[in-house]
């Protein structure tokens, strides 16, 4: 599945915005979903994901309660909504897939076959 992730911009700290990755393949609906970040300087870390079946969802602690992560399998697009922005959000945000990956796994990067290109995201105080 090949992977284009949008919605990046400027924001101010409170503030919001939606991430949007679509994926083009006949098999997304089987793919479990995640955001990872990567702020400079500093390793990609795990944001969020969802089951392939949308039922479960994971969050990183540093994001649970202010992200919400959704999907439409109908359009292929994932989505990112990020709420209560702290400048610490500050990074490059890509989406990525693996085929039936369990919750348990979804934080370990090797796991994912495909990634999009990332989009950045800057909160200013």
């Given at each position: 599945v090949?992977l284009?992730?949008?919605g990046g911009g400027?924001v101010?700290?409170?503030?919001?915005?939606r991430?949007?990755?679509?994926?083009?393949?006949r098999?997304?609906?089987?793919y479990?979903?995640?955001w990872f970040?990567?702020a400079?300087?500093?390793?990609r870390?795990?944001?969020g994901?969802?089951t392939?079946s949308?039922?479960?969802?994971r969050?990183?602690?540093?994001?649970?309660?202010?992200?919400t992560?959704?999907?439409?399998d109908?359009k292929?697009?994932?989505?990112?909504?990020?709420?209560?922005?702290?400048?610490?959000?500050?990074a490059?945000y890509?989406c990525?897939a693996?085929?039936?990956l369990?919750l348990?796994?979804?934080p370990?990067?090797t796991?994912y076959?495909s990634w999009?290109?990332?989009t950045q995201?800057?909160?200013?105080s």
């Amino acid at each position: 599945v090949q992977l284009q992730a949008s919605g990046g911009g400027l924001v101010q700290a409170g503030g919001s915005l939606r991430l949007s990755c679509a994926a083009s393949g006949r098999t997304f609906s089987s793919y479990t979903m995640s955001w990872f970040r990567q702020a400079p300087g500093k390793e990609r870390e795990f944001v969020g994901a969802i089951t392939s079946s949308g039922s479960a969802t994971r969050y990183a602690d540093s994001v649970k309660g202010r992200f919400t992560i959704s999907r439409d399998d109908g359009k292929g697009t994932v989505h990112l909504q990020m709420d209560s922005l702290k400048p610490e959000d500050t990074a490059v945000y890509y989406c990525a897939a693996a085929p039936g990956l369990r919750l348990q796994y979804v934080p370990r990067i090797t796991y994912y076959n495909s990634w999009g290109q990332g989009t950045q995201v800057t909160v200013s105080s």
